[in-house]
């Protein structure tokens, strides 16, 4: 179990540059409440706003997970596996309620960054933990990429 305590400082900067927009993402949230109601405003919110969050949450739940001091690759990747499986069924229902909702007629930039790509990330993380045992150093890197790919698509869609 030499390769998972080398990502540490990775997982701490990845988890709480998570953390923090949770946080962000919160307050402006917030801010914009007090905006005029539009039709559909909570099918469109379950479709576009709601993901980030859950985003910025399944990075910092991998942070954590990766964070642990775990005895050996197994118990991780089983972890990491379920992670990235919920998340490819996530990412699946959050396009079928962008395809339903009726206050905006998503464009390939949103079907891009709010199914595509998290698909992708998701689908990394499931892979990675299937491959973890007999390819642990390359699982990692592939774990390591996924992360900030969904940073990067919840800082996109905030």
């Not at 954590?64 to 229902?93: D, E, K, M, N, Q």
């Not at 007999?134 to 774990?143: D, E, K, N, P």
Request: avoid cysteine; charged fraction near 10%.
């Amino acid at each position: 179990m030499t390769d998972l305590p080398g990502w540490e400082n990775f997982y701490v900067i990845v988890g709480s540059s998570a953390g923090a927009l949770i946080g962000l993402q919160f307050v402006v949230i917030t801010l914009i409440a007090d905006f005029p109601a539009v039709r559909d405003a909570e099918g469109a919110s379950s479709a576009f706003a709601t993901p980030t969050i859950v985003h910025f949450g399944a990075v910092l739940l991998l942070a954590a997970i990766l964070s642990a001091p775990w005895h050996g690759i197994g118990p991780a990747a089983v972890v990491l596996g379920v992670l990235g499986l919920s998340g490819v069924v996530y990412t699946a229902i959050v396009a079928r309620r962008a395809q339903r909702q009726t206050a905006y007629k998503p464009e390939f930039e949103d079907w891009l960054f709010h199914g595509l790509l998290p698909f992708a990330a998701y689908a990394t993380l499931a892979l990675s933990s299937y491959a973890a045992r007999s390819h642990t150093r390359q699982a990692l890197f592939s774990v390591a990429a996924a992360a900030p790919l969904l940073l990067f698509i919840g800082i996109h869609n905030a």
